[in-house]
C-alpha cells in the first residue's frame, strides 16, 4: 500500500513562513492530481491547493497570494521520489490546522475543485502533519 509522508509543519510566529512536504513511500508513485488540505478541530476539511499533472494548480480564496503549491517529480529531489511541497507565507492564527497531502486519478475539474477535494481524492493521503500559528 503506497503511502504519502507529509512533514514540514511546526509552531510559528504570526507572519512566517513554513514548507511542507508530501512523499509517497513508492518511488513509481504517480497520479494526474495532488492537493493540500486542512482540518481545524471541530470544522470541516478544507481544500487549500492542488496541482495537476499538467502542472496547473489551484488555491482557495483563503490562501492565495500566500500559499505556492510545487510538485518535483523526483529528478530534484535527490531521492527520485515524487514530491509535493506547499510553500506558505503571512501565516495568521486562521492557518491553523492539520494539513493533509492526499492525491488520485481525477478530471482536470475534479482537481480544480477545492470545495470537494478532500473527499475527491481519497483514495491516497498522508496522516498530516501539524502547523499552529500564534498571534
Known amino acids: 500500500q503506497v503511502q504519502l509522508m507529509e512533514s514540514g509543519g511546526g509552531s510559528v510566529q504570526a507572519g512566517g513562513s513554513l514548507r511542507l512536504t508530501c512523499e509517497a513511500s513508492l518511488y513509481t508513485f504517480s497520479r494526474n492530481c495532488f492537493a493540500w488540505f486542512r482540518q481545524a478541530p471541530g470544522a470541516e476539511p478544507e481544500g487549500v491547493a492542488s496541482?495537476?499533472?499538467?502542472?496547473?494548480?489551484?488555491?482557495?480564496?483563503?490562501?492565495k497570494g500566500r500559499f505556492t503549491i510545487s510538485q518535483d517529480n523526483g529528478k530534484n529531489t535527490g531521492n527520485g521520489k515524487n514530491t509535493v511541497y506547499l510553500e506558505m507565507s503571512s501565516l495568521g492564527p486562521e492557518d491553523t490546522a492539520m494539513y493533509y497531502c492526499?492525491?488520485?486519478?481525477?478530471?482536470?475539474?475534479?482537481?480544480?475543485?477545492?470545495?470537494?477535494?478532500?473527499?475527491?481524492?481519497?483514495?491516497?493521503r498522508g496522516q498530516g502533519t501539524q502547523v499552529t500559528v500564534s498571534s
Open positions: 496541482i495537476s499533472g499538467g502542472g496547473s494548480t489551484y488555491y482557495s480564496d483563503s490562501v
Open positions: 492526499a492525491a488520485d486519478y481525477v478530471t482536470l475539474q475534479d482537481c480544480a475543485r477545492l470545495s470537494t477535494i478532500a473527499t475527491t481524492l481519497r483514495n491516497y
